[in-house]
């Protein structure tokens, strides 16, 4: 059995959302002991005890110690749920699970890729860990901080399933035997795609990009100039009349200079 870390809790009497709350004023956290052959038992464990347990967890799966005032007999839990405030993060209510050294018990307890797998480092794959934490029955002596997985004969596009995984003594898999738990898979490739832009067919008959082209490097694509002569007076539009020609010998507007003479 890995070693347990401890803890000490206090028993609390009140209980509900005004009582929850004048503990945390305290820095105290509320928290609860369940067990199989036992009913709940109401406790508090001081807030920056609570975090140095965390940190000496660090992800693992431990065994954790009570230590309650009054009593010579230590309680041996884990920890089950922790809820924290999903704004401020701080932590509101703690359950911990009791459990017998006698007795088997269900856990789940966190994946772990040892070495160096084949794909990543020769195929240029990226390992994917499927499941991140794994269902199993087992005694507290037999309790395995991590479930490692070897991963080093990995390759590109292979998968490491529950079935395929050393047995660990004294640990029995609950999960599905086809569970897929690790794999290495191919790089995502980054996929850019050029725009196209329409074409207009110029005064020649070749293609030619319409206005506000843009071309594969992202950049505007300058419209052609027009020949000479292919300008056209801009149509009129829907509706408009037509503007009426200027009547024989009238006068220019004023400030406007006459006409120079057609050449003959």
Same mark, same amino acid.
């Given at each position: 059995?890995?070693?347990?870390?401890?803890?000490?809790?206090?028993?609390?009497?009140?209980?509900?959302?005004?009582?929850?709350?004048?503990?945390?004023?305290?820095?105290?956290?509320?928290?609860?002991?369940?067990?199989?052959?036992?009913?709940?038992?109401?406790?508090?464990?001081?807030?920056?005890?609570?975090?140095?347990?965390?940190?000496?967890?660090?992800?693992?799966?431990?065994?954790?110690?009570?230590?309650?005032?009054?009593?010579?007999?230590?309680?041996?839990?884990?920890?089950?749920?922790?809820?924290?405030?999903?704004?401020?993060?701080?932590?509101?209510?703690?359950?911990?699970?009791?459990?017998?050294?006698?007795?088997?018990?269900?856990?789940?307890?966190?994946?772990?890729?040892?070495?160096?797998?084949?794909?990543?480092?020769?195929?240029?794959?990226?390992?994917?860990?499927?499941?991140?934490?794994?269902?199993?029955?087992?005694?507290?002596?037999?309790?395995?901080?991590?479930?490692?997985?070897?991963?080093?004969?990995?390759?590109?596009?292979?998968?490491?399933?529950?079935?395929?995984?050393?047995?660990?003594?004294?640990?029995?898999?609950?999960?599905?035997?086809?569970?897929?738990?690790?794999?290495?898979?191919?790089?995502?490739?980054?996929?850019?795609?050029?725009?196209?832009?329409?074409?207009?067919?110029?005064?020649?008959?070749?293609?030619?990009?319409?206005?506000?082209?843009?071309?594969?490097?992202?950049?505007?694509?300058?419209?052609?100039?027009?020949?000479?002569?292919? %300008?056209?007076?801009?149509? /009129? @539009?829907? $509706? &408009? =009349? !037509? #503007? *009426? +020609?200027? %009547?024989?010998?009238?006068? /220019? @507007?004023? $400030? &406007? =200079? !006459? #006409? *120079? +003479?057609?050449?003959?």
């Amino acid at each position: 059995m890995n070693t347990p870390l401890s803890l000490k809790v206090v028993a609390r009497g009140q209980t509900g959302r005004s009582a929850s709350r004048r503990l945390r004023k305290t820095n105290s956290i509320p928290a609860i002991l369940y067990g199989k052959h036992t009913d709940p038992e109401k406790l508090s464990v001081v807030t920056t005890e609570f975090v140095k347990l965390l940190k000496a967890v660090a992800g693992r799966t431990l065994l954790i110690e009570l230590e309650q005032a009054g009593r010579t007999e230590k309680a041996l839990s884990f920890l089950q749920e922790i809820q924290r405030d999903p704004i401020t993060d701080r932590y509101l209510h703690v359950d911990l699970h009791e459990v017998k050294a006698n007795e088997k018990f269900e856990i789940r307890v966190p994946v772990v890729a040892v070495g160096e797998s084949f794909g990543v480092k020769s195929q240029s794959g990226v390992l994917e860990i499927n499941t991140h934490s794994l269902r199993i029955r087992v005694l507290p002596k037999d309790l395995p901080q991590a479930i490692e997985v070897d991963v080093t004969e990995l390759k590109v596009g292979e998968t490491i399933k529950l079935s395929e995984m050393k047995p660990i003594p004294g640990v029995e898999f609950l999960d599905a035997k086809g569970q897929p738990v690790v794999s290495c898979v191919e790089p995502v490739a980054e996929v850019v795609s050029a725009v196209v832009a329409p074409t207009a067919v110029a005064a020649d008959g070749t293609a030619a990009p319409a206005a506000g082209a843009v071309g594969a490097d992202g950049k505007p694509v300058p419209a052609p100039a027009a020949a000479a002569g292919d %300008a056209k007076a801009p149509a /009129p @539009a829907a $509706g &408009a =009349k !037509p #503007a *009426a +020609p200027a %009547a024989a010998g009238a006068k /220019p @507007a004023a $400030g &406007a =200079k !006459p #006409a *120079a +003479p057609a050449k003959k």
